[in-house]
Every structure is written in structure tokens, then in C-alpha cells.
């Protein structure tokens, strides 16, 4: 089992930056892929960025260049750092954890509750 608490979220122009993390429980959190999703309003949720357990990443198009995943394993802790923020980004982020990298939602078994972005023009 892995439970997951997402921090980090809030309220920010566009042009700035936030930074993301996602604590997880359990001592097998280095094994699992981590990743990031998001949902805006109205919208399906939709997988923004991934990490694996050696530091390989993947991301959504609309992601890269402007957003880092990173892990920390003694922490059991992974990060989403946003810059350059769009309005568009506006969305609740929700990590993840599964046993491969995905793109897809039912790729992953955990999931946290989500934490707020809201991004101002």
C-alpha cells in the first residue's frame, strides 16, 4: 500500500513558478513510478509528467521545457517544479504512483487527493 499527500499548490500570475511535492508512505516507494496528473475544470484528467525509480522521466508535450519531475528516494518524496506558468496550467495536480511509466490513468494504482494550481493572467 502507498498513500500519497500532495503539497505545494496556490495561487500565482502567469510567468511564475511553483513547485510541487508529493510525500508518499511505505517503504517500497522507490520501486513504484511516480508521476503527475492534472484535471481542469470540466476537463478528463490527464498525465502531465513521470519518473521512474532511476531517474528516467517522461512528459506531456505541453510540459516540457517549462516542468521538472524529480524524486527524492530517502524522502519518499517526488516534485513537480513548474515554471513559466500558463493560465492553461490552471488545474488540481494529483501524483501517482504505478508500477511502469504511462501515460494513461489506469496506469496507476495510487493516487492523492490532488492539490490546487490556479494560474492569473
Known amino acids: 500500500q502507498v498513500q500519497l499527500v500532495e503539497s505545494g499548490g496556490g495561487l500565482v500570475q502567469a510567468g511564475g513558478s511553483l513547485r510541487l511535492s508529493c510525500a508518499a508512505s511505505?517503504?517500497?516507494?522507490?520501486?513504484?513510478?511516480m508521476a503527475w496528473f492534472r484535471q481542469a475544470p470540466g476537463k478528463e484528467r490527464v498525465f502531465v509528467a513521470a519518473?521512474?525509480?532511476?531517474?528516467?522521466?517522461d512528459y506531456a508535450d505541453s510540459a516540457k521545457g517549462r516542468f521538472t519531475i524529480s524524486r527524492d528516494n530517502a524522502k519518499n518524496t517526488v516534485y513537480l517544479q513548474m515554471n513559466s506558468l500558463k493560465p492553461e496550467d490552471t488545474a488540481v495536480y494529483s501524483c501517482?504512483?504505478?508500477?511502469?511509466?504511462?501515460?494513461?490513468?489506469?496506469?496507476?494504482?495510487?493516487w492523492g487527493q490532488g492539490t490546487q494550481v490556479t494560474v492569473s493572467s
Open positions: 519518473i521512474n525509480w532511476s531517474g528516467t522521466t
Open positions: 511505505g517503504r517500497t516507494f522507490s520501486r513504484y513510478v
Open positions: 501517482a504512483a504505478g508500477p511502469d511509466i504511462g501515460i494513461r490513468t489506469y496506469d496507476y494504482g495510487y
